[in-house]
T-cell receptor, first 113, second 112 residues
Framework: SAVISQKPSRDICQRGTSLTIQCQVDSQVTMMFWYRQQPGQSLTLIATANQGSEATYESGFVIDKFPISRPNLTFSTLTVSNMSPEDSSIYLC??????????FGPGTRLTVL | GQNIDQPTEMTATEGAIVQINCTYQTSGFNGLFWYQQHAGEAPTFLSYNVLDGLEEKGRFSSFLSRSKGYSYLLLKELQMKDSASYLCAVRDSGAGSYQLTFGKGTKLSVIP
């Protein structure tokens, strides 16, 4: 199984600022994913991040708001830009440990004031 | 697109058996996952089904019927620590696709 760590674990930010979340995997993985889980809701996929190519965003999410980097096979970042209170959520990094497994990081709990 | 349905809440008694159902309508299908999520924590992988039938893993079992678009998660010998949300997720059938679409989750409460 893959072990995923995220930083920061939580943060409280002011409206209009940006926050970059880091995701580190303990092994090389082809695909990494970023999900959002709003309070009381299930997980929604933001984008898929492949190393060496642009991230693929799901409907409702755009690169200007959620820029993603994937510089190598073990690391990715998600930036939440120009934040508003509606961006308050848990952001989760995920990767596949194999085709029949998919694991999640511990999440970053973001509160925007 | 994907549409995934599961009950919002369930309550069961410690030591009992509970079955959590999940139905899905998808444009493509390449596997169904079940996750457990305790409040304030990340989802934990429980099971994966891609072929019809039952997969057993200790106290947890998962069943899939692709023709019916139906799965269930069976929890036996319930313990208080099993109180959590259980998420059903379907993977699309795109080539090399790993992305999952999640249902809204079933909040299970285990009572003494």
């Amino acid at each position: 199984s893959a072990v995923i760590s995220q930083k920061p674990s939580r943060d409280i930010c002011q409206r209009g600022t940006s926050l970059t979340i880091q995701c580190q995997v303990d092994s090389q993985v082809t695909m990494m994913f970023w999900y959002r889980q709003q309070p009381g809701q299930s997980l929604t996929l933001i984008a898929t991040a492949n190393q060496g190519s642009e991230a693929t965003y799901e409907s409702g999410f755009v690169i200007d708001k959620f820029p993603i980097s994937r510089p190598n096979l073990t690391f990715s970042t998600l930036t939440v830009s120009n934040m508003s209170p509606e961006d308050s959520s848990i952001y989760l990094c995920s990767c596949g440990g194999g085709y029949n497994e998919q694991f999640f990081g511990p999440g970053t709990r973001l509160t925007v004031l | 697109g994907q549409n995934i349905d599961q009950p919002t809440e369930m309550t069961a008694t410690e030591g009992a058996i509970v079955q959590i159902n999940c139905t899905y309508q998808t444009s493509g299908f390449n596997g169904l996952f079940w996750y457990q999520q305790h409040a304030g924590e990340a989802p934990t992988f429980l099971s994966y089904n891609v072929l019809d039938g039952l997969e057993e893993k200790g106290r947890f079992s998962s069943f899939l019927s692709r023709s019916k678009g139906y799965s269930y998660l069976l929890l036996k010998e319930l313990q208080m620590k099993d109180s959590a949300s259980y998420l059903c997720a379907v993977r699309d059938s795109g080539a090399g696709s790993y992305q999952l679409t999640f249902g809204k989750g079933t909040k299970l409460s285990v009572i003494p």
